[in-house]
Nanobody, 120 residues
């Protein structure tokens, strides 16, 4: 019913920038929170940043001042601008959108993940 498509990952040198995008498609009546998470091998998935429908943002301490999350409600898309990237930012990044679809309940939908690799 709802699919999320991520784009924008890749390989970048330390200090560089990347912009991730995540677009939701399908039968969508409303989207509340949107967010980005990341995961490295052997570790739990961790929150990177979230944004509410009212544009209230929340960031992990490790990315504050370097990453910016934003959303375009008309396009059902959430973005993550990542600046001053560090090798420790290397991970698979997943987007999540909390969507009201035909189930008549808000449910979490996840993207397939996009690899971000930061070389030193």
């Amino acid at each position: 019913q709802v699919q999320l498509a991520e784009s924008g990952g890749g390989l970048v040198q330390a200090g560089g920038s990347l912009r991730l995008s995540c677009k939701a498609s399908g039968t969508i009546f409303s989207i509340s929170a949107m967010g980005w998470y990341r995961q490295t091998p052997g570790k739990q998935r961790e929150l990177v940043a979230t944004v509410s429908r009212g544009d209230i943002t929340n960031y992990a301490d490790s990315v504050k001042g370097r990453f910016t999350i934003s959303r375009d409600n008309a396009k059902n898309t959430v973005y993550l601008q990542m600046n001053s990237l560090k090798p420790e930012d290397t991970a698979v990044y997943y987007c999540k959108q909390v969507v009201l679809s035909t189930t008549q309940r808000f449910l979490d939908y996840w993207g397939q993940g996009t690899q971000v690799t930061v070389s030193s």
